[in-house]
């Protein structure tokens, strides 16, 4: 019984992964395969796999590893950027990671060492967003870079690669990617004005809004957008 149970529930949350790999495809944030996602259930990752089109995968799909890497269910082989989501399990609180190429987090990420904060929805990503330095994808060079940009933040930008963030949820890690897109678009928007400086929000006003955000909605894993 217990056994069919844990299926199940391996079974549910491999549906809500493809689900969201899709809508990373619909909502523009990736092209064809590029991006990653990735859910743990207890010490069980899934992830989706390395080449195959969101739209193909089904519930015989099912891809699952163990923190340490090693196969536990599936026959595909899983994303080339497995050492970087199995390396955020491992050192923070994730349960969700998503990893996306979009195209205005990468752009950013060519440009600054960090985002600037020009919204007050930086502070729900725990603070400035730092960008990582460039490694080449999939290796441990990149998953360490990662970590390091990640600390005291739930996302960060891989410089000239993209964007990662996670959450307690599918549901809060995506919220996240979508914010940060969102927040490079506007920041690009605002830089490119000729004669114009954007203006920036100081450690304290961030502060003062993370405190605010902690209240905020229905303390559901999914508020974290006023």
Known sequence: ????????????????LVATARRTVADGLVVGTS???SVRVGDTVLVTPTGVPYEELGP???L???????RRAG???PTSELPMHLAVYRHTDARAVVHTHAVHATAVSTLVPELPPVHYMTAALGGPVRVAPYATYGTRE????MLLALADR???????????TYGATLAAAYDRTAQLEWMCRLWLTAHSVPGRTPSLLTGGQLREVGERLSGYG??????TSP
């Open 1 to 16: 019984m217990r056994a069919m149970t844990q299926l199940q529930e391996l079974g549910a949350a491999w549906q809500d």
């Open 60 to 62: 015989d799909d099912l």
């Open 154 to 164: 739930t996302g960060c930008l891989l410089q000239n690669h993209g964007a990662l």
């Open 35 to 37: 991006g990653n996602v």
């Open 64 to 70: 699952a590893v163990g923190l340490d890497g090693e």
């Open 142 to 145: 990149l998953a360490e870079n």
């Open 75 to 77: 026959t595909l082989k």
């Open 218 to 223: 229905q303390q559901g894993p999914t508020e």
